[in-house]
């Protein structure tokens, strides 16, 4: 298989900034593979449908088959690999209703993130904000940089909440999305320019310290992301190239 497995690239879970080296005495080694499969499934270089092996996992990693079959087992539960039979594990595709459950958590932990964010934001913190909105006015003609310049705006706000467990679910979410990069909505030239729009009133209703209309803004802006990202979805599913989105329905869609 190609990608991360591939003989070329032997150490990359050694490069990646949150990783050491597999042989670290301070490691765990079913830690290492269980990041390093992570870090290649979130990076898009691991694929949905994609086969993952202990065997390969281990010859990859220099490390024997048990912190392997531990690390796999981890993301397995987690639900960024699923069984097959007759294939083994492969790195799981999301289906209508696993987006939904994802946008609904998304939304009741993004909300509350922003409200605490309007609480607990310093100042520092709220004038970086509103710079990153003021440099993301720049981006909106490039589905890449805006994808990036998304996940870095959410991060800062979660860490302006002040609430490890909070960002560490959301982090968690956030990354099984990432993982289908695919259907970004950032693909949509209209939805680009929406995010900068709701980004900014984001930004401002943290800024007033008006926890009610952040939490909010944060809500419909995750909303208006899952509606963005079904009309994506559905279109792949029929070859159909995505469109404008549809007016929003202030709701989360109901599933089916």
């Known amino acids: ?12 879970a050694c490069e990646n900034g949150r990783m050491r080296k597999p042989h670290d005495s301070n490691v765990l080694l079913g830690d290492v593979a269980y990041g390093a499969i992570r870090d290649a499934i979130v990076a898009n270089e691991l694929k949905p449908g994609d086969r993952v092996s202990e065997y390969k996992v281990a010859d990859w990693l220099k490390i024997s ?8 087992r981890r993301l397995e539960a987690e639900g960024f690999l699923t069984s097959i039979p007759r294939r083994g594990l492969v790195v799981a595709s999301v289906d209508d209703d696993a987006i939904y459950e994802l946008y609904a958590a998304r939304e009741i932990l993004e909300g509350g993130a922003a409200a605490m964010a309007a609480r607990n934001a310093t100042q520092a913190e709220i004038a970086a904000l509103e710079q990153m909105v003021g440099a993301e006015a720049a981006m909106t003609d490039s589905a890449e940089m805006m ?7 959410h991060h800062f706000i979660y860490r302006a909440a002040r609430n490890r467990y909070l960002t560490k679910y959301l982090q968690s ?13 950032m693909r949509i030239a209209a939805r680009r320019e929406a995010v900068l729009i709701e980004h900014r009133a984001l930004a401002q209703a943290i800024a007033r310290r008006d926890e009610a209309e952040a939490s909010r803004v944060a809500v419909e802006h995750v909303r208006a992301a899952l509606q963005a990202r079904m009309q994506i979805h559905h279109a792949g599913m029929m070859g159909k190239a995505p469109t404008r989105p549809r007016p929003r329905s202030g709701k989360v869609a109901p599933r089916s």
């Open 1 to 12: 298989m190609a990608g991360p497995f591939a003989p070329r690239q032997p150490a990359k």
């Open 147 to 153: 994808f990036e310049h998304n996940r870095l705006f």
């Open 65 to 72: 088959r048990t912190p392997a079959r531990e690390g796999l």
């Open 173 to 185: 979410i956030y990354d099984t999305l990432t993982a289908h990069r695919s259907i970004s909505t």
